[in-house]
């Protein structure tokens, strides 16, 4: 079976949107699912920070990435010989993949292609970078779903971490990647509207090729009732249109919630290493539910890592270390 491609968008930064895709992918990959985890959110990447101990480059300072992939490519065409030769070489982004250093059951892995190489001039290469000339004159259309198929070959589940708000950088993550689209909702009516525009303008302008929307409620606190009861209302009416794919919408609500978690504000981690064991109200049960909804059933749970193993990482994300002791990490950012 080809790879199902998973888009994760928020209208707003600042939710949990790459904590969710993170933990997704360590899900799959805990359950012999192959991922591929890609950071498209060029203007402030951020995903790797949770696979940073497992990264035998955690800073980024060497590795090549979306940035790369795109201006490699660009670079390429405005050679007049070039011509539109090879197009499949040129657009498969797995050059850019690193895998990270963690003993999965069976064939599970994950794969990280970063947003692109940090360092002084990576800042410059985005704001430099035309999407309207890509699309206009690089016939960056082909080359996108190229690189689409390619990924579909390779992999179980390809996870894209898209960049907030409208733009065209989170055009390409919502409107031409994904078959699944997991919108993570804030509670306010901004987020709420806002989030649920874009879930119906990806649903409007996929018609011939529809892409299946989840809406997820993100840092939700319980302790505000009915607050948290009226947000849910609302997010339910607005989402309504985009969701007869969901029978049960009345649970789905209820149940694909990410609670307001203090700890998590203050390190990036992935939960089956923070949470040694479950509860009903808790990040790595909410991505265990959202993981079931975006795969029907097919994954739904996670297989926890041995003892030693959750320590050991747990160990890596609060000492900034290298999983495995291998020394402290450079600075990640």
């Not at 002084?120 to 996108?144: D, H, K, M």
């Not at 029978?247 to 998590?264: A, L």
Request: proline share 5%.
């Amino acid at each position: 079976m080809s790879a199902r491609i998973i888009s994760f968008y928020s209208y707003k930064g600042g939710l949990g949107r790459s904590m969710t895709l993170a933990n997704v992918a360590w899900i799959l990959a805990s359950n012999g699912r192959r991922v591929l985890a890609i950071d498209w959110h060029l203007d402030a990447p951020g995903l790797h920070r949770y696979f940073a101990p497992f990264l035998a480059d955690p800073s980024l300072s060497e590795t090549r990435g979306v940035i790369e992939f795109v201006t490699d490519y660009a670079a390429v065409v405005a050679n007049v010989a070039w011509a539109g030769k090879d197009l499949e070489s040129h657009a498969n982004i797995l050059r850019y993949a690193i895998s990270l250093e963690f003993p999965f059951p069976g064939d599970g892995s994950i794969d990280f292609v970063a947003a692109g190489r940090s360092g002084p001039s990576y800042s410059v290469t985005v704001n430099a970078f035309s999407w309207a000339q890509f699309y206009e004159r690089l016939a960056g259309a082909n080359f996108l779903e190229t690189a689409r198929r390619r990924m579909r070959s390779e992999y179980d589940y390809v996870l894209i971490d898209c960049q907030p708000g409208t733009s065209e950088v989170s055009g390409i993550c919502v409107l031409t990647m994904p078959d699944i689209l997991v919108v993570c909702c804030g509670l306010n009516y901004q987020n709420i509207e806002g989030a649920a525009a874009i879930a119906k303008a990806a649903q409007f302008a996929r018609k011939s090729e529809p892409c299946t929307i989840f809406p997820a409620l993100m840092r939700v606190d319980w302790s505000e009732k009915a607050m948290l009861d009226e947000a849910r209302q609302a997010a339910a009416r607005e989402f309504d249109p985009v969701m007869a794919h969901i029978r049960d919408r009345q649970e789905y609500w209820g149940e694909v919630e990410f609670p307001y978690t203090p700890y998590y504000a203050y390190v990036e981690v992935l939960a089956p290493f923070l949470e040694a064991s479950r509860s009903s109200h808790s990040v790595l049960t909410a991505a265990e539910r959202l993981t079931a909804r975006i795969t029907g059933g097919e994954v739904t749970t996670a297989v926890m890592p041995a003892e030693k193993d959750r320590q050991a990482g747990l160990t890596a994300f609060l000492k900034r270390e290298r999983f495995g002791g291998a020394g402290l990490m450079p600075r990640v950012g």
